[in-house]
Every structure is written in C-alpha cells, then in structure tokens.
C-alpha cells in the first residue's frame, strides 16, 4: 500500500500526490534515527528539567502549550491550571536521546513534510474505521505486511470489534470473564509457581562466584522484595465503580471512527487525572486484565505496562502526590490461560511454558536495564565498576552468539545488542523453570511415592517434554517483510529464542544426548544468571 493509492482514494489533485509521498519518505531515515535514540537511552541518573528549560534546549515544541493543553483535562480550575504553569513545574525526563532528536528533526525538516508525515500517520491508524473501502485497503496491507506486535485481529471482523472493546472497556470485559471463568486456585497455584521461581534464582544468584558476597545479599533483597499481582484488580469486581470509571464516556450508535475517537480521548483524560488524584487503596494496574502476556517495568520493579503518568514521553511531576508501584511483577488474566497454563496439563508442561514466562520477567530485573534498579525501584548507581566490567563481559557472550544468527528469508543478522535484554531473560527464565520444575518433581514424588505419570501417544520423557513445551511457544509463520521486522525488535526470531537458549542449556543437551559440539550443544555456552 503506497501513499499515492491513499491520496487517489481521497480523490487528490494528480499533480499533488507526488509531493506527500515525497514529504513521506524524506522523514523515514529520521523516524530510524528517533526509534534508535529512543531505544538506546542509558540513563542511570533521573533527569529533571523544568518547564522553561525544555522551552530552551527543545525550542521547536511549544512546551508551555502542550502542557497547558493535558491539564484542561484534568479538572483543576483555571487558577491551578495557571498557578501550575507559573510555578515552572519541573519535568522528569523519561528518554534524554529522544526529544533532542525531535527537536533537531522539526527544526530541519520543511513544516509542510512534518504536516504531511503526521497526516498520513494518522489516516494510516484510521483507515480501518473509515469505510469499507478503507478498512479493505487496510486489511490487504496487514496480510502482507504483519506487525509483530500485535494479533492478527484485522483478519477478521469480529475479532476487531472484540479487540476495541477490550481496549476501551477492559475493565468491563474482565469482570465478565472473571465472573464466569477465573478460579481462585487458579491464583494460588500460580503464587506458588512465581515462589517456586524466585527461590530458584535466589539460589542461582547465591552460587554465582563473579559476585562480591555484599553485593550477593543486596541482589538476593532484591528479589526478596518483589512482590506480584496476579490475573486482574479487585476492583473489577464492583459494578458501581466501574459505572464511575466509565460514566463520563459516551458511545451512540453513531459511526464507529467517532465512537473509537471517543473512546481513546476518555483513556486520555483519565489516564492525566491519575496525576492530580489521591492515591487509591488498590494500587493501579497498569495493563488490562485480559491481555495475553506478561510485562516488567524496571522502575517499579514491577512486571506490568508502562507508567500511567507518562504524557508525550515525559513524566510531569507537581507537588501534589501521586502513587506508584513498588517491585512487582504482574501476569494478566489473560495469559493465565490455554496455551500457556491449564490446571489439568502435566506439570512438565506447566513449567516449560508459563514457568518459564515467570522466570523471564523476574530476571528482567536484573538484566542490562533493570539492574540499575534497587530493591525500591530507584534508579541508582549501586553496583561497583568491577561487577559492571564482569557483567559486561558475560552479557557479551550473548551478544555475539545471537549476532551470528541470521534472519530467515532476508539474510541479515539479529542485532545482537538490541535483543540482548530479552535473550538474557529467556537464558535466565529457562533455566531457573527447569530448576523449580525439578524440585517440584522431587516433591511430589517423595509425596506420592511415584513419578509423575508420562503423556500418552509420544516417545518422550516427561524431561524432554519439558523443553518441548518450551520450543513450542515461539513457533511462528511469517513472511519476508514479517520478518524485516525483527531488524528493529527488542526480541529475536522465535526460532533463535528456542534455539539459541537451549544451546546455552547443559540440561538441554543431556536430556536430548547432544553430542559434544553439535549445532546445539556448543563448547562456549553463554552464562549469566544461569
């Protein structure tokens, strides 16, 4: 899909179509550029400006009006709202390699190109809620083109109805779910799967010998005080609140683009309204219950979505108080769930899949970046030089073995350094399931007095299902500009997410009698956490 196709559908002037589509290309390399600033950030300090300093190192955003703008909805009265203003309220920056970026880019860039360019971003988000014409468009476009973020809902339509109601009403659609489907063991067995887990990598980080015993027990505080949130809030359980939630939004029968405006406009306004708003005695989630995956926010030290304050990519700070969240991990309802967990699947299977989720995202908190992290979710500096250099040096073990991996279909290779968090997480959480697995095996053993029973069907012991299990969560089908995208991702390819990690595996390859240097049972194995 080419933007000439959009502006012919808008029934453009002919002579005028060349030059969006100009405009469109001349701001990709400083999209790239904006994406690479916007990842690489390595702040270890909280950078703090005030609102008249971001006014004079990024002069080509009117800063004074845009926060002007977010505080019209948050109900203060126009005396706060200007009493806020003038008091040069100061701004935490979130990423310091991004807005000077922008700035550059809009300073540099002619203002009918960024018109253009933002625009045609958002017609692009649109068009699936336009016409039929618009939304066909759209859907020929995503079946060639599949964005490895996201379902593919735009395949079908009802699956995109669904999809915006979850969006917008997740709350609601949780508490249908949780009324009808949610189990409380379900909660306590899966407490008990993350205890299991963290025991494994506290006893994992107690034998590694590269740590300084100090530094051994502020890791293993750490981990102690991680807490967890499991399948949804309390709070969807109570209709009259969520009646008050939802009771400024207002859906007609109207056409369904201004029903979704809406919608995310709502979403706007009471995500700005946290920030001026008591904290709540249920500490706020930050991810909708039914979303099928698991999440970590390094500066909460906390497993969720990102922060509910962050406005444009910067956290405004007043002096009126508002909450967070302390070191925890939360995993949704929705992937408490078939393919990832069912109470009646073996064990082994239980362990090779959802476990090993579990034990990726605690490790997330002590990988490249949440290792700046303590145990209160500050960002600090408290690890010493000679621990940094010995860290470095073992994460980049990971960085070579994955950037000698090469992409299917497109024949470059995986970025190593931008997947290493992610790679480190998958070593770390596989081998630390296998360790909780095997210790849950032993106990039910001894208390059953007989191992667990073996799946029918299959020529396989219940150890090597363990791995299979794992193998199977990352089994994917794409095509070549499916996996492009994997050029600009945190993760690598299913396939090296299943391989690479079972290479670094010992247990992996002795479960499967991998001979000695076989593709997958290298001498050099990859450790960190392991």
């Not at 963290?198 to 994992?204: Q, V």
Request: net charge negative; glycine share 6%.
């Amino acid at each position: 899909m080419r933007l000439n196709d959009i502006s012919s559908t808008f029934c453009a002037d002919g002579d005028m179509i060349s030059d969006p589509t100009n405009d469109s290309n001349r701001t990709t390399s400083n999209n790239e550029d904006l994406e690479n600033a916007a990842f690489h950030h390595d702040t270890i300090v909280d950078h703090r400006l005030n609102l008249s300093d971001m006014e004079t190192q990024f002069p080509a955003i009117n800063w004074t009006a845009a926060v002007e703008t977010l505080l019209r909805a948050t109900g203060l009265s126009d005396k706060d709202r200007a009493a806020l203003l003038l008091s040069d309220m100061p701004v935490s920056l979130q990423c310091r390699d991004f807005l000077p970026e922008l700035s550059n880019l809009l300073t540099t860039t002619p203002s009918r190109t960024v018109t253009n360019y933002l625009i045609w971003r958002f017609i692009f988000k649109s068009m699936p809620l336009i016409t039929t014409r618009f939304h066909k468009m759209w859907t020929n476009f995503k079946q060639s083109v599949p964005n490895l973020g996201e379902e593919r809902i735009y395949l079908t339509r009802w699956k995109q109805c669904v999809a915006l109601v979850n969006e917008g009403f997740g709350l609601v659609a949780a508490h249908l779910y949780v009324t009808k489907m949610a189990s409380n063991w379900t909660n306590t067995w899966i407490l008990r799967l993350i205890d299991e887990l963290k025991e494994a990598f506290g006893a994992s980080i107690a034998r590694q010998e590269w740590i300084e015993e100090e530094m051994t027990l502020r890791l293993l505080e750490k981990l102690e005080a991680m807490g967890s949130k499991i399948g949804y809030p309390n709070k969807i359980l109570n209709l009259t609140q969520l009646d008050l939630d939802y009771q400024e939004l207002h859906i007609d029968g109207g056409h369904i683009f201004f029903n979704v405006m809406r919608m995310k406009r709502h979403e706007v306004w009471r995500e700005i309204q946290k920030v001026f708003q008591p904290p709540p005695q249920e500490k706020e989630w930050l991810v909708q219950p039914l979303v099928v995956n698991a999440f970590h926010n390094p500066s909460t030290n906390e497993i969720s979505n990102t922060s509910s304050l962050v406005l444009v990519r910067v956290l405004f700070i007043s002096k009126i108080p508002f909450y967070v969240h302390y070191h925890r991990i939360v995993f949704p309802l929705g992937i408490l769930r078939e393919p990832f967990f069912n109470l009646d699947l073996p064990r082994y299977m239980t362990y090779g899949n959802l476990g090993v989720v579990i034990g990726h995202e605690i490790v997330h908190g002590f990988d490249v970046n949440g290792r700046r992290y303590d145990r209160h979710g500050n960002m600090t500096q408290w690890w010493s030089d000679s621990l940094m250099r010995e860290f470095s040096q073992r994460t980049d073990c990971f960085v070579q073995q994955y950037a000698a991996f090469t992409i299917d279909h497109i024949d470059k290779p995986v970025d190593g350094n931008r997947t290493l968090g992610e790679n480190v997480c998958d070593s770390g959480g596989l081998a630390h399931a296998w360790t909780a697995y095997k210790s849950h095996s032993r106990a039910i053993g001894e208390e059953n007095h007989r191992p667990e029973f073996r799946l029918p069907g299959v020529n396989y012991t219940n150890d090597q299902l363990f791995f299979i299990t794992y193998g199977q969560i990352w089994c994917e089908v794409l095509n070549a500009d499916g996996y492009e995208k994997y050029t600009k991702e945190a993760h690598s390819p299913g396939k090296y997410r299943a391989n690479g990690v079972l290479q670094n595996s010992p247990t992996f390859s002795e479960v499967f009698h991998c001979p000695v240097d076989s593709p997958m049972n290298p001498v050099n194995k990859c450790q960190l956490w392991s």
